[in-house]
């Protein structure tokens, strides 16, 4: 099935209410801004330490970013 506005649309109004925050998170995820070079180069940093067993602790935003961005 191809996948058009209206389908969506519909999708959405077949919805129950109690999942249209998730809904509405996901669609906003999907709206955002392409991933810039940086972050998506943390983003396979992070996920290559997953898959090695490592983990980060941060304390706080800042503290993430820092660690995961390499940032101050």
Known sequence: MAA???????????????EIPAAQRFLEFLAQEP???VFGESIRRGVAQADAGES?????????????LGKE
Not at 4 to 17: F, G, I
Not at 56 to 68: H, R
């Open 56 to 68: 980060i602790v941060c304390q706080n935003y800042d503290d993430m970013v820092e660690k995961l």
């Open 4 to 18: 058009d506005r209206d389908t969506l649309h519909h999708l959405v109004n077949r919805l129950p209410d109690a």
């Open 35 to 37: 991933v810039g070079p």
